[in-house]
């Protein structure tokens, strides 16, 4: 069954972390090898936060993020993390991820535009909110 899920948003305080992760079903995990995260603002297009590898763990932030975001998975490589410190108001959004196939590691790292993974899998998003 195709299927991905995203979890872990939620209310933080600037400043404070949260720990998105996207769960694939065994049957998407084993047809996929690309992995991307993406938030969404209400008005605007997504935009990718980070690409990620899923053979050999390399990854991509977005400049906007780098240096606060990270992304891992877990040993079962089913599941990928996204990992957000140092929270600002304007990370608020709803977080997607989506999974593809690509034939090479630079395919899916450069694909920086929401229009590259149109024939991906999505998850339904989690939101993320970051107040006072």
């Known amino acids: 069954q195709v299927h991905l899920e995203e979890s872990g948003g939620g209310s933080v305080q600037p400043g404070g972390s949260l720990r998105l992760s996207c769960v694939a079903s065994e049957y998407t995990a084993a047809r996929t090898n690309c992995v991307g995260w993406f938030r969404q603002t209400q008005g605007d297009e997504r935009a990718v936060v980070a690409t990620?590898?899923?053979?050999?763990?390399?990854?991509h932030v977005a400049d906007s993020v780098k240096g606060r975001f990270s992304i891992s998975r877990d040993n079962t490589m089913n599941t990928v993390y996204l990992q957000m410190n140092s929270l600002k108001s304007e990370d608020t959004a709803m977080y997607y991820c989506?999974?593809?196939?690509?034939?090479?590691?630079?395919?899916?790292?450069?694909?920086?535009?929401?229009?590259?993974w149109g024939q991906g899998t999505w998850g339904q998003g989690t939101q993320v909110t970051v107040s006072s």
């Open positions: 989506a999974a593809r196939r690509t034939l090479t590691e630079s395919a899916c790292l450069d694909s920086l535009d929401f229009h590259d």
């Open positions: 990620f590898w899923r053979v050999d763990g390399r990854a």
